[in-house]
């Protein structure tokens, strides 16, 4: 479900639903994190999704940020999108990963009582939820938006954007969360009015630059990166040298990297111009 204006109100009820099993996911996520705490929230995603043999491809889609992907023998591999900007990586990250722990977790307590959805935009906006709780942590959006001193809402947005290092829907969703539960109810008036309008890229990048932000947050990293799978493919072709089907692995894979390597550098050359 496409997230608008007029369904933010039910995205936020849906969220509140949704709480406190997202909750006690992050509980069971934070237990892996332990030996990436002290790195920045999106190096610790980073450090679990290349766990799962993560493939960084930069593909000239602007609708698809990341997939999870299953492979012979069952195997699954989280997908990121680098020619996303930085921000929006980051969110991905996180959504992906929760829909690779969640059976995870399942698997490991052996709840009876925990339920996988089978409706897909329920699912989606768990995945999206966990996320964005995942970036937002602890800390407190909404008074840290009301400790700014602009006037100018997309300006404060932007410094959220950049200090919590998140994407334009996800910081206004959160902040209209937070201010439904204040009771706060010209803010999230006023962030309905801003809801449904789409900033380019170099909007964001002149905002950025004006107010001294990193505008790198905004751009997108455009990285080719298949070295997880390429080296679980050759441990399996050492272990196993008369299996054909791992040495034709590695050469789809090394294919498929030549590939997205040449898309990442006309994307690189049309970036700069």
Same mark, same amino acid.
């Given at each position: 479900?496409?997230?608008?204006?007029?369904?933010?109100?039910?995205?936020?009820?849906?969220?509140?639903?949704?709480?406190?099993?997202?909750?006690?996911?992050?509980?069971?996520?934070?237990?892996?994190?332990?030996?990436?705490?002290?790195?920045?929230?999106?190096?610790?995603?980073?450090?679990?999704?290349?766990?799962?043999?993560? !493939?960084?491809?930069?593909?000239?889609?602007?609708? +698809?940020?990341?997939?999870?992907?299953?492979?012979?023998?069952?195997?699954?591999?989280? !997908?990121?999108?680098?020619?996303?900007?930085?921000?929006?990586?980051?969110?991905?990250?996180?959504?992906?990963?929760?829909?690779?722990?969640?059976?995870?977790?399942?698997?490991?307590?052996?709840?009876?009582?925990?339920?996988?959805?089978?409706?897909?935009?329920?699912?989606?906006?768990?995945?999206?939820?966990?996320?964005?709780?995942?970036?937002?942590?602890?800390?407190?959006?909404?008074?840290?938006?009301?400790?700014?001193?602009?006037?100018?809402?997309?300006?404060? !947005?932007?410094?959220?954007?950049?200090?919590?290092?998140?994407?334009?829907?996800?910081?206004?969703?959160?902040?209209?969360?937070?201010?439904?539960?204040?009771?706060?109810?010209?803010?999230?008036?006023?962030?309905?009015?801003?809801?449904?309008?789409?900033?380019?890229?170099?909007? +964001?990048?002149?905002?950025?630059?004006?107010?001294?932000?990193?505008?790198?947050?905004?751009?997108?990293?455009?990285?080719?990166?298949?070295?997880? !799978?390429?080296?679980?493919?050759?441990?399996?072709?050492?272990?196993?040298?008369?299996?054909?089907?791992?040495?034709?692995?590695?050469?789809?894979?090394?294919? +498929?990297?030549?590939?997205?390597?040449?898309?990442?550098?006309?994307?690189?050359?049309?970036?700069?111009?």
């Amino acid at each position: 479900m496409r997230i608008t204006s007029a369904n933010l109100d039910q995205t936020v009820e849906r969220n509140e639903q949704i709480d406190r099993q997202i909750q006690d996911h992050i509980r069971f996520i934070e237990k892996r994190l332990i030996k990436w705490k002290s790195l920045p929230i999106e190096e610790q995603a980073l450090g679990i999704l290349k766990e799962h043999n993560l !493939i960084e491809i930069p593909i000239p889609d602007g609708n +698809w940020g990341g997939a999870i992907r299953k492979f012979h023998g069952g195997k699954v591999v989280p !997908i990121i999108n680098t020619a996303q900007p930085r921000l929006y990586q980051y969110f991905i990250y996180w959504h992906e990963i929760y829909h690779l722990t969640e059976h995870e977790e399942i698997t490991l307590h052996n709840e009876e009582n925990y339920e996988i959805s089978t409706e897909f935009d329920l699912n989606e906006r768990k995945a999206d939820y966990f996320a964005s709780q995942m970036i937002f942590g602890y800390s407190d959006l909404y008074d840290y938006y009301h400790s700014l001193e602009y006037d100018d809402l997309i300006v404060k !947005i932007a410094h959220c954007m950049k200090s919590f290092k998140a994407p334009y829907k996800a910081v206004l969703i959160q902040l209209y969360q937070m201010a439904k539960r204040n009771q706060n109810e010209q803010l999230q008036e006023r962030i309905k009015l801003y809801f449904d309008k789409q900033w380019a890229n170099n909007e +964001w990048a002149t905002i950025f630059q004006d107010y001294a932000l990193d505008d790198n947050l905004i751009k997108p990293s455009y990285v080719t990166n298949m070295n997880s !799978i390429i080296n679980a493919i050759k441990v399996k072709v050492t272990q196993h040298p008369d299996v054909e089907l791992f040495q034709d692995n590695l050469k789809v894979v090394k294919e +498929w990297e030549a590939k997205y390597k040449k898309v990442q550098r006309e994307l690189k050359e049309r970036s700069d111009g």
